[in-house]
């Protein structure tokens, strides 16, 4: 029996009560294609006819940023004012990718549609508009064309011509290899792609040359630089009422995913500045206007590689505890002897994964026929946790329910006979531990890729984790074996310090007691006594399930994996029941163009080895 893949109404996660805010996601036309979005709101509950929308930065920016805005949408829901978030064309997981033309019209239309949707569904007739660095100069763009109410504008690009600077600085401080997209003249910086006419479009903003048709403006600066009025002062020269100030948060709002911090702070004044119409600093009155609505169905069954006939949707696994989703296939993925593939969260990162290597994974997965669900552990990206103190725990324990309830829904939804777990970073973890815990016989395979870890305890974090150690030890092994450095480390003319070489020895001898020593923290496999590598390893095996390693040139995880259980994986191997793959020249997260062509190549040719050939594909 085949089971279709059927379309669906929106995915909305409920309020557990009337005061709690509701989210909405759904796929929005906009110039003929569609935009993946969230709208936040409070069911029956609106201040007269407001709302506002979000507009993201982009590339890395929008990544480290995605927590800050699902929450600001929150809470500006929270005071009455349903609020859009969404993904431009060619980012996040909207359809597109980074080579198309007339990026910067395609993203002002973008928003133009947004707010046509605001007024049309929800019959908004006062808009405001909140953008966050490049988002925010495409709000004022925007602004010039149409009546906006209020604009809120978070560390604005006031030059676009300074914003690609900052981009080809970024690259250059990298020291990213040069990639194809390079060679054509494009910039690759931080995992994301900025084509050449791309550039020249950004180049040409310049808000000191724009009047926007608002009635006010609140600016927020950033806590990492000296505060820039030039913005301020032309602005109130326009007629617009004014406000600045810098309000710590920023630098935090940007650090690392799993470094986040979200600044509430700056989330709480904005909501009530947007919510109030006296000046930022006054009480703002709260009245509570009742006014019922429902939400028309949109796009639920999209087009995003319309050449390849590949579709996505939301997908709601479970609302308790609230796990989120979205899927990916084509019309000839329903075939049931090809296994189903759940993309794990890399880090803090949601389902888009690293440089939206996630994506582009799941796209070109479907069109070899394999259905793929691109999930959100709770707590991480759209999956959020009960409360704000369970976000962002990239090594929790809990989620490997999360994980069996998600193979279980698969199995009852979709018949998903057999499933495939893979992971970047800590996903590698989950995929690993889950093949050694779960029983369940649809869980066939893991993919791991560059594994930081295989065993994680409380009280660890990335920068103590095995990887980073080795990585270390490596350094220093290297450093001590050439009689030149020895010379200079003598002379005092080394960078290498005593204190360098003491970790050497420390690092060398702590790897050696996790080899051996018993499990410690919170998070105990009930098959396994130790540290075991070896032993796990076989456990998988003897489980009938494969594992799959994929491992960049520099990355620490393969080295780890030999120190702990070279003869296992020599043997396992062997007997075909692991695979090792590597990526020449690439790193942790694969943040150029071509590497994540080569490691998207070689995970897609061995699954298509693997399972098209057994299925006679």
């Not at 978030?85 to 910067?104: I, K, L, P, Q």
């Not at 020269?237 to 702070?265: N, R, S």
């Amino acid at each position: 029996m085949s089971v279709e893949l059927d379309v669906l109404a929106p995915v909305v996660v409920e309020p557990t009560s009337a005061n709690q805010i509701q989210r909405t996601a759904f796929y929005l036309e906009s110039q003929g294609q569609p935009l993946f979005a969230w709208l936040h709101h409070r069911p029956n509950n609106r201040r007269g006819r407001q709302g506002v929308v979000i507009c993201a930065p982009v590339g890395y920016e929008q990544v480290h940023a995605h927590r800050t805005l699902r929450r600001l949408a929150d809470q500006l829901a929270e005071a009455g004012l349903p609020t859009l978030r969404f993904d431009y064309h060619g980012t996040g997981d909207s359809a597109g990718e980074y080579e198309t033309e007339n990026r910067v019209a395609t993203w002002l239309a973008n928003i133009h549609d947004a707010l046509d949707w605001m007024q049309d569904q929800l019959g908004c007739e006062t808009i405001h508009l909140v953008g966050l660095r490049i988002g925010a100069t495409l709000a004022v763009q925007v602004a010039t064309e149409r009546p906006i109410e209020s604009l809120l504008l978070w560390a604005p690009v006031v030059k676009g011509r300074a914003y690609v600077r900052e981009i080809v600085a970024l690259n250059a401080v990298r020291g990213e290899e040069a990639s194809p997209a390079q060679a054509q003249e494009d910039l690759e910086a931080a995992g994301f792609v900025m084509s050449k006419p791309t550039a020249s479009e950004l180049s040409q903003l310049d808000l000191l040359k724009l009047v926007p048709n608002a009635r006010r403006a609140l600016i927020l600066g950033r806590d990492d630089l000296q505060e820039d009025r030039r913005l301020l002062e032309y602005l109130q020269g326009c007629g617009l009422t004014v406000e600045q100030g810098t309000i710590a948060g920023y630098a935090d709002m940007m650090a690392e995913p799993h470094l986040t911090k979200v600044p509430v702070t700056v989330i709480q004044q904005s909501a009530e500045w947007l919510s109030a119409p006296a000046p930022l600093f006054d009480e703002p009155a709260k009245p509570d206007v009742r006014l019922s609505h429902s939400l028309v169905r949109q796009y639920q069954d999209v087009p995003v590689l319309a050449e390849s006939h590949v579709r996505e949707r939301t997908y709601t696994i479970s609302q308790t505890p609230s796990l989120f989703g979205i899927l990916t296939y084509t019309e000839r993925s329903a075939a049931e002897e090809l296994p189903f593939v759940v993309l794990l969260n890399a880090g803090s990162v949601h389902h888009i994964g690293p440089n939206r290597l996630y994506v582009h994974l799941a796209r070109q997965l479907a069109t070899e026929g394999f259905r793929c669900l691109r999930m959100d552990l709770c707590g991480l990206g759209d999956s959020v946790a009960a409360s704000s103190e369970m976000e962002n725990a990239h090594y929790a324990d809990s989620s490997f329910a999360d994980i069996a309830l998600t193979l279980q829904k698969l199995q009852a939804d979709f018949g998903a006979r057999r499933i495939i777990l893979l992971g970047l970073c800590s996903g590698a973890y989950y995929a690993f531990h889950s093949a050694l815990q779960l029983t369940t016989p649809t869980l066939v395979e893991s993919i791991l890729i560059n594994p930081a870890t295989f065993y994680w305890h409380d009280g660890m974090s990335l920068d103590t984790a095995p990887a980073k150690q080795h990585k270390q030890f490596q350094y220093y092994k290297q450093v001590i074996s050439q009689p030149d450095k020895w010379l200079k480390f003598f002379t005092g003319k080394s960078k290498t310090s005593v204190r360098g070489v003491w970790e050497l020895a420390q690092q060398r001898w702590q790897m050696h007691k996790e080899r051996h020593a018993p499990v410690a923290g919170t998070h105990t496999k009930p098959t396994a006594q130790r540290e075991d590598l070896s032993a796990d390893l076989e456990r998988v095996a003897n489980a009938n399930r494969h594992l799959s390693f994929f491992f960049s040139s520099s990355d620490p995880g393969y080295e780890i994996l030999k120190f702990h259980a070279r003869r296992k994986v020599q043997q396992l191997t062997q007997a075909g029941k692991i695979d090792l793959f590597f990526v020449e020249n690439a790193d942790h997260t694969f943040s150029t163009l071509k590497q994540r062509a080569d490691v998207l190549q070689q995970i897609g040719g061995h699954l298509r080895r693997r399972y098209q050939s057994q299925s006679g594909r």
